[in-house]
């Protein structure tokens, strides 16, 4: 099934993959996200849906937990899971773009995105990192 890419509202390009939209799911997607080098997705959550990632190529820093206080380095291999309702952020520090394969329990994708803010403690050690937009 090719459908595409689109701009997520988190941050990063997707490749609009297994959706409600594209085949009809009815409890999951599944899509490639690609974040450029050198860019941060937006701090967000998904109401109700958890979140399996499978980092295919580059390396991504996640903050996660209250207040993004939590951090993880992600490297090619590497899985994560973000369970329903956890805030977390990702970042392209390194040279290569990110791929990854994203799998959530929401069809609709975007409909459970919700943004947050970016705290101040992190916006001062992340730097001006751009949000990923493809």
Known sequence: ???GTYEGRQGGRFGAG???QSAGAER???HQLVMPAG?????HLHEGHESAIFIQSGQVEVWHGH???EHVVLHAGDYIHIPAGMPHMP?????DDLVCIVARTDPDEQEGVRLL???DW???RIGPLPVGAG
């Open 1 to 3: 099934m090719r459908t």
């Open 18 to 20: 297994i959706s409600a």
């Open 28 to 30: 999951l997607c599944l």
């Open 39 to 43: 860019t941060r997705g937006r701090p």
């Open 67 to 69: 207040n993004l206080a």
């Open 91 to 95: 970042a392209n520090t390194g040279a």
């Open 117 to 119: 803010e970016l705290p």
């Open 122 to 124: 992190l916006a001062t």
